[in-house]
């Protein structure tokens, strides 16, 4: 796709092309690696052999005779489980309205290391049985606490570690914190996926949700929250400043470093509506899109892929190339300085899709868990759902951050994603695996 | 032809930003064709990374809690500052002069620990019975698991 660009464009498209997919990039792969992740663990320590483990209480606690996964005690548990992390974001708010950040901070580490050393050492456990694999106690001893301190190390302060490692610290404990979601029984895991995409959709839309209150704070008080965030590495390191400690909004000569897809997107949305050449962009854009919907199967990651080129393109024939940096550095300059930080923050982990201070996009671990959670249940029934669901999620994330390049706020990044991905679950499940079944058989 | 040290890789930064003259490894060497001073980037992550005055603090810190029974912190302490120890053997003007020697003690420490729970594991590994005997059995990771009844206890 670059080559393409660079070929017809000459040496402008390099700049919007490369900067558009490798941001995208960044946090398409995380995302991917978490899910392959969990589909890995799902595909070795799951059995039909091996109940869930957690469907007993459930059936004690639901007293139904039905083994507990019914959809009655789903739907009661979705429930109470909303109401929980309804009460415990409300509850983060409170302190944060408190100013207790030690408190914050003492809950996260608390949160990320019992992840890592519970959750981790009984997936570890689980794994070396499964494998055979004769560690001995005494080297299991020494490194489980070790590999969970310095994990939880690196996920709680970026500064002090490499960033390659953070990164993999928060993907560490979305996978953990993943599995463990998976063992929940079938229809409650379900249940509990589409109440939480409910409860993302109200809690950072609607004025009264626990997650705007918190963004709002956040923007009024200029500080961050303390949360546990997956930030993509930013594309254009500004060189001599240090964009991890010093995350200082109010530097103007940070406004010129940020150059991120939705920005550039976004800007060159806004300058071609008001330039009234807009037409054109906007609609070839959702042209390319609807067309996109159209001729993509159910599976194929078309929208993402598709608007890019007609994007691109268009910009290149508005802006002229040498002055494309400059203008769009210079027309970005206001926007970056009122752009208010977007985080998000949930109990231990983190829902919603934002913009940091330097431009890179920042997704909560909130998200990594349920997109994995979801992906995992699916490898539970077959790989082919495992394929569609994978690309309807991407899918969705592509929607949402095309939203985010639009709208310029944060979003919830769970409801469009966990729709898609169930829909195609389940028309997969039915439609799909009996067409794909008749023509392996009979061809 | 700059050095580099910076640690920055080339693909993030070809054709996005004007090469920066700072990124030089021997300060002098550098013609600044700016007023700022060259800048030297002692970690892996480059001008993402710590500022070289806040190195030799975060070394030494990750140096001693080492010794808490945390060997991983010093293979994140070389592994973090890679440039310091890719770098030729420092002279007294060398930037990364202070920062060094906590980098080096931190990769003998490692070495060492890594060697000797490698041996022990591959030993316990590839002994077996032969070499235990029925211990064996008893310190097996799995054996034990089973027996203490944790394998199961989340869920």
Known sequence: ?443 | MEARVAGVPQDEESGLLPRPPAASRRPSSAAPRRAPPPVVWATVDGPLGLPLEEAEGHARRFFLWGFACLPFLWAINCCYFWPVLRSPVASSSSPFYRIRPYILRSAVGFTIFSLVLLTWATTFIIGGERLFGPAWNDLVMYNVADKLGITGFMG
């Open chain 1, 1 to 443: 796709m670059a080559d393409d660009a660079a070929a017809v464009h000459g040496e402008a498209s390099s700049t919007v092309l490369d900067v558009l997919g490798e941001d995208i990039i960044r946090i398409v792969s995380p995302v991917s690696t978490c899910m392959l992740l969990v589909v890995l663990l799902v595909s070795l320590l799951s059995s039909p052999s091996f109940p869930s483990p957690l469907s007993a209480p459930f059936a004690a606690a639901a007293g139904t005779g039905g083994g507990g996964d019914d959809i009655t005690t789903a739907l009661i548990t979705a429930v109470i489980f909303v109401v929980a992390v309804t009460a415990a974001t409300f509850l983060i708010v409170l302190l944060f309205y408190l100013r207790c950040t030690p408190c914050l901070r003492a809950y996260l580490g608390f949160s990320s290391l019992s992840v890592l050393l519970l959750l981790g050492g009984q997936v570890s456990l689980l794994l070396l049985s499964r494998l055979r694999f004769a560690l001995d106690a005494v080297s299991f001893a020494l490194l489980l606490p070790n590999v969970a301190a310095v994990l939880t190390l690196a996920a709680l302060s970026p500064a002090s570690v490499p960033i390659a490692l953070h990164q993999a610290a928060l993907v560490a404990i979305a996978v953990l914190t993943a599995f463990w979601f998976t063992l929940l029984p079938e229809w409650t895991t379900w249940a509990l996926l589409v109440a939480m995409a409910v409860y993302d959709l109200a809690a950072v839309l609607l004025p009264g949700g626990p997650l705007r209150v918190l963004l709002e704070l956040a923007i009024e008080r200029n500080e961050e929250i303390p949360a546990l965030v997956y930030e993509a590495r930013p594309i254009d390191p500004h060189h001599g400043q240090n964009w991890r400690l010093w995350r200082d909004r109010n530097q103007p000569d940070r406004a010129l470093d940020a150059n991120s897809t939705v920005e550039v997107i976004g800007e060159v949305l806004e300058r071609n509506l008001d330039a009234n050449s807009s037409g054109n962009l906007v609609i070839s854009a959702t042209q390319s899109e609807e067309q996109a919907n159209m001729d993509g199967t159910a599976g194929s990651l078309r929208p993402g892929e598709t608007p890019v080129p007609n994007l691109s393109s268009d910009s290149a024939n508005v802006l002229a190339p040498p002055e494309t940096r400059v203008a769009v550095a210079e027309m970005r300059v206001p926007l970056i300085q009122t752009r208010p930080q977007r985080t998000r923050d949930e109990d231990g982990g983190d829902d919603g899709i934002g913009l940091s201070t330097t431009g890179a996009i920042k997704l909560g671990l909130g998200d990594f868990i349920f997109y994995s959670v979801l992906v995992g249940r699916a490898a539970m029934y077959d790989y082919m759902t495992v394929y569609s669901c994978y690309l309807a999620i991407i899918a969705g994330l592509g929607i949402t951050l095309l939203l985010l390049a639009f709208y310029r706020k944060a979003l919830p990044a769970l409801p469009v994603s966990i729709t898609l991905g169930v829909v195609f679950y389940v028309l997969t499940r039915t439609l799909l695996e009996t067409f794909v079944m008749q023509c392996s058989t009979n061809l």
